[in-house]
């Protein structure tokens, strides 16, 4: 059998030893190096970065405007706060603070108010900041909220399996969330690393299927790779695919009803995950009203 090899776009060129080529998460396994600040988009990882994170950045830079604020109010003196003395500096130093956070969200309570020109030039120029910093901090909070994601579950591992009068290769895939995903594609691809005139090369072969695709998903698919002549798999062992540095990189797409976009994950299974001669055990079952019960916390369970 011929091999047909093509580069998706993660370089046939290999020099080393690596850990993987996706990583868990869907994430590539790419570092950048050399960009200068003109190639950093703030947006770009404020709107992908985790929601823990993304509330952090946000309290954190609230608390570093209005404490610069504050220094500023306090460096004009005491004399250009109404309201805002204190009986020491760190006390002075707090009402500019808290009359900072009044300014910056236009909630202006009335206790403390501007007094002198500079004070006054000042809180104007916050207000401006504030109106734009929350008008910024609304649209990044709306982007990642209507933004489509997909939470398609992969099962831990895949395995090798009988399949008619040959085995397969199968790994399991999972809607985590309650809406609804339909006309679903599955595109996998092998990964060995391969030695040629002396130099490793990275060889990629799509991967055919059972089925390529299915209508719905609100159980599980199990995504079937038959082994047989046509298959790059058809006899290899496990000590095989651990020589080449098998790589199993799956790519999912799928169109979201809720969103009505169409939505992708991405997915990797190294050769040390693959279980040979076992098979997925079944992940829903029947209730006693005749209803189907999805238990996704056993889509990738073992038999």
């Given at each position: 059998?011929?091999?047909?090899?093509?580069?998706?776009?993660?370089?046939?060129?290999?020099?080393?030893?690596?850990?993987?080529?996706?990583?868990?998460?869907?994430?590539?396994?790419?570092?950048?190096?050399?960009?200068?600040?003109?190639?950093?988009?703030?947006?770009?990882?404020?709107?992908?970065?985790?929601?823990?994170?993304?509330?952090?950045?946000?309290?954190?830079?609230?608390?570093?405007?209005?404490?610069?604020?504050?220094?500023?109010?306090?460096?004009?003196?005491?004399?250009?706060?109404?309201?805002?003395?204190?009986?020491?500096?760190?006390?002075?130093?707090?009402?500019?603070?808290?009359?900072?956070?009044?300014?910056?969200?236009t909630?202006?309570?009335?206790?403390?108010?501007?007094?002198?020109?500079?004070?006054?030039?000042?809180?104007s120029?916050?207000?401006?900041?504030?109106?734009l910093?929350?008008?910024?901090?609304?649209?990044?909070?709306?982007?990642?909220?209507?933004?489509?994601?997909?939470?398609?579950?992969?099962?831990?591992?895949?395995?090798?399996?009988?399949?008619?009068?040959?085995?397969?290769?199968q790994?399991?895939?999972?809607?985590?969330?309650?809406?609804?995903?339909?006309?679903?594609?599955?595109?996998?691809?092998?990964?060995?690393?391969?030695?040629?005139?002396?130099?490793?090369?990275?060889?990629?072969?799509?991967?055919?299927?059972?089925?390529?695709?299915?209508?719905?998903?609100?159980?599980?698919?199990?995504?079937?790779?038959?082994?047989?002549?046509?298959?790059?798999?058809?006899?290899?062992?496990?000590?095989?695919?651990?020589?080449?540095?098998?790589?199993?990189?799956?790519?999912?797409?799928?169109y979201?009803?809720?969103?009505?976009?169409?939505?992708?994950?991405?997915?990797?299974?190294?050769?040390d995950?693959?279980?040979?001669?076992?098979?997925?055990?079944?992940?829903?079952f029947?209730?006693?009203?005749?209803?189907?019960?999805?238990?996704?916390?056993?889509?990738?369970?073992?038999?």
């Amino acid at each position: 059998m011929q091999k047909i090899s093509f580069d998706p776009g993660l370089t046939q060129q290999f020099t080393a030893p690596f850990r993987r080529v996706i990583n868990k998460d869907g994430s590539f396994n790419v570092h950048r190096r050399g960009t200068t600040w003109r190639d950093v988009h703030p947006y770009l990882h404020l709107i992908n970065m985790s929601w823990s994170r993304f509330l952090a950045v946000l309290f954190l830079g609230y608390l570093v405007v209005n404490t610069l604020f504050a220094g500023i109010y306090f460096g004009l003196g005491p004399d250009q706060l109404q309201g805002g003395a204190g009986s020491t500096a760190f006390g002075r130093f707090l009402s500019g603070f808290f009359f900072s956070a009044h300014t910056l969200s236009t909630v202006g309570y009335g206790n403390i108010s501007p007094k002198g020109l500079a004070a006054n030039v000042v809180s104007s120029f916050e207000s401006l900041v504030g109106v734009l910093g929350f008008a910024v901090a609304t649209g990044l909070l709306f982007g990642r909220v209507s933004r489509p994601s997909a939470r398609i579950g992969f099962s831990e591992t895949m395995v090798v399996a009988p399949y008619q009068d040959v085995t397969s290769l199968q790994f399991r895939v999972v809607n985590q969330r309650s809406n609804s995903l339909m006309e679903l594609e599955v595109r996998p691809m092998l990964m060995t690393v391969e030695t040629g005139n002396g130099q490793p090369k990275r060889t990629y072969q799509m991967l055919k299927l059972e089925r390529e695709k299915v209508l719905f998903l609100p159980l599980t698919w199990t995504v079937v790779h038959p082994i047989d002549g046509e298959s790059p798999l058809w006899g290899k062992t496990a000590e095989d695919l651990a020589r080449l540095q098998a790589e199993l990189l799956i790519l999912v797409k799928a169109y979201d009803d809720t969103f009505s976009q169409t939505v992708l994950a991405r997915h990797s299974y190294r050769h040390d995950e693959i279980v040979w001669g076992k098979r997925f055990a079944p992940a829903f079952f029947v209730d006693g009203e005749g209803d189907l019960v999805l238990e996704v916390g056993k889509v990738g369970e073992l038999a």
